[in-house]
């Protein structure tokens, strides 16, 4: 029976579920829309691992990531709980050994990421802006009526340079209307705006960063031919996307799962697929112990407390550790 290692990446827009070999190779991914319910979106891809993975598997490691890696770490039983940063950067050095600048750009935020000698040197995230999102792209594709698949074709069919402002939505959408009643081509537009949102990108994440190539490409929004012709034309270089751009923030997790376990020589925490009967209860409230008023996420499974966090000092988490 061979051994897989398991990844989990619970983002805000959808939830990654892959399982890899002991040569890191993709076996199984699957791809959920989170829609507000992490438990939800996890036990969906659970069910759909276990119906889809063959018999002669068996889970011997697992990791989770994205912003609900706490309470899909407690779902599964991870064995490593790991931020994205860590995660994608440990998924691109794996498809890319020689990787030194990541672009990652998701459906809600985007990142960039430096790498050198395979290790974290600098990054910074944006969670704030959506004109350099995935979710941004898809709304002005339905404004123009076209596919969101066929955008980067389109972009890519443009026979005249058209600038699009691109620091804000609503300055992106008045633009692109009053360069419609110019008379400019759809392509032309699409064009614009893919080239906008990488300046807007590289101006928000890149600014006063020395960034050198290998450039890997990933996240949702490296389907999107434009947005690639668009960062090779600001970089001058070719821009590499992986074959499994789209998880490999999941596939991050597997990987460092299957490191620690490997350095530790521990046997993993997986709960198995049981865990799907599981009833698991979130809920909040403000810690009023001192003037931070943390905001603590209370996670009770089957009406026992397994875990809370969000508290800055520990003290809650502590707690939790001498109840279970």
């Given at each position: ?173 008045s633009d ?40 890997v490409f ?41 490191e620690e ?64």
């Amino acid at each position: 029976m061979g051994s897989a290692y398991l990844g989990i990446d619970v983002g805000s827009v959808s939830t990654n579920v892959v399982a890899l070999d002991e040569n890191n190779q993709v076996i199984f991914n699957y791809y959920v829309r989170t829609n507000g319910q992490p438990i939800e979106s996890v036990k969906i891809g659970l069910k759909k691992l276990r119906d889809s993975l063959d018999k002669k598997w068996k889970i011997s490691g697992v990791g989770t990531t994205g912003s609900g890696r706490q309470i899909a770490g407690i779902i599964v039983g991870a064995d490593v709980v790991k931020n994205e940063i860590t995660a994608h950067a440990a998924a691109s050095i794996n498809e890319v050994p020689e990787v030194r600048t990541i672009f990652e750009i998701g459906g809600q935020d985007s990142k960039i990421i430096l790498i050198k000698d395979q290790m974290v040197i600098d990054f910074a995230m944006n969670t704030v802006c959506a004109a350099g999102t995935g979710s941004f792209l898809d709304h002005q594709a339905e404004r123009l009526g076209v596919s969101i698949e066929n955008f980067g074709e389109l972009a890519l069919s443009s026979k005249n340079d058209v600038r699009i402002a691109g620091r804000c939505t609503v300055f992106a959408e008045s633009d692109m209307i009053a360069k419609q009643q110019f008379g400019f081509s759809k392509p032309d537009i699409i064009n614009g705006l893919c080239l906008a949102l990488v300046r807007n990108y590289m101006n928000n994440l890149g600014r006063g960063k020395v960034l050198e190539p290998p450039y890997v490409f990933q996240g949702g929004v490296a389907a999107n031919a434009g947005i690639k012709a668009a960062f090779e034309k600001e970089l001058g270089k070719e821009v590499i996307i992986p074959t499994y751009y789209n998880v490999m923030g999941a596939m991050g997790a597997a990987i460092l799962a299957k490191e620690e376990l490997a350095k530790t020589g521990n046997k993993t925490n997986f709960k198995g697929f049981l865990s799907l009967q599981t009833k698991f209860q979130p809920s909040s409230f403000i810690c009023s112990g001192c003037s931070n008023n943390c905001e603590v996420i209370k996670v009770a499974v089957n009406g026992q407390v397994a875990a809370m966090w969000g508290d800055r000092c520990g003290m809650w988490q502590e707690k939790v550790k001498k109840i279970v």
